[in-house]
């Protein structure tokens, strides 16, 4: 069970609008702490997408963006692609905890 | 270009140990926390371990404390994991990340391919 709750998967047609939400609590993100996310295509290593809880890096399309309110983010995907089709992670830092370094269990994004 | 490789990884009994290597160039080493993040088959992400830029803090998730050690030889740009006393539910790819600030211990924008250990009899 991990410390960040996702919902295990969501689904848009290409061309829509999709998030993906990142719950917490008030020792990792309602303690204000940054959320970042990552995707992960089938058989490779995570990419970086969102650091800050809404930066992007450079190279990633505008058509990612990140929100952050309280104890929970969200990742939002505009005008989906075929090639988003892949697994998404947030991940933040947790006082209460040894770990530190936290992850939620991952959302599944299938492009319909 | 900034690159992170892995090696070390294989098939290993229950019990046993195993170190894992990741050779880190590109980037000034010395100047970053570097950590260990792990995937299951078929599962989530799970950071393991991490290591501050001069070696002398450490930090481990519960799952892992007392049984790895992080460590790092910067002179040489490397990244350690001695793995000991392995269990079946430690079976996982093993990534070493970089961070994206030298102040930060997390926001890893720089991933290794992966190296899978495998424990089982």
């Known amino acids: 069970q991990s410390v960040l709750t996702q919902p295990p998967s969501v689904s848009g047609a290409p061309g829509q609008r999709v998030t993906i939400s990142c719950t917490g609590s008030s020792s990792n993100i309602g303690a204000g702490f940054d959320v970042h996310w990552y995707q992960q295509l089938p058989g490779a290593a995570p990419k970086f997408l969102i650091y800050?809880?809404?930066n992007r890096p450079s190279g990633v399309p505008d058509r990612f963006s990140g929100s952050k309110s309280g104890t929970s983010a969200s990742l939002a995907i505009t005008g989906l692609q075929a090639e988003d089709e892949a697994d998404y992670y947030c991940q933040s830092y947790d006082s209460s905890l040894s770990a530190h370094v936290v992850f939620g269990g991952g959302t599944k994004l299938t492009v319909l | 270009e900034v690159q992170l490789l892995e090696s070390g990884g294989g098939l290993v009994q229950p019990g046993g140990s195993l170190r894992l290597s990741c050779a880190a160039s590109g980037f000034t080493f010395s100047s970053y926390a570097m950590s260990w993040v792990r995937q299951a088959p078929g599962k989530g992400l799970e950071w393991v371990s991490a290591?501050?830029?001069?070696?002398?803090?450490?930090y481990y998730a519960d799952s892992v404390k007392g049984r790895f050690t992080i460590s790092r030889d910067n002179s040489k740009n490397t990244l350690f994991l001695q793995m000991n006393s392995l269990r079946a539910e430690d079976t996982a790819v093993y990534y070493c990340a970089k961070p994206f600030l030298m102040a930060s211990l997390d926001a890893f924008d720089i991933w290794g391919q992966g190296t899978m250990v495998t424990v089982s009899s």
């Open positions: 290591v501050s830029g001069s070696g002398g803090s450490t």
């Open positions: 800050g809880s809404t």
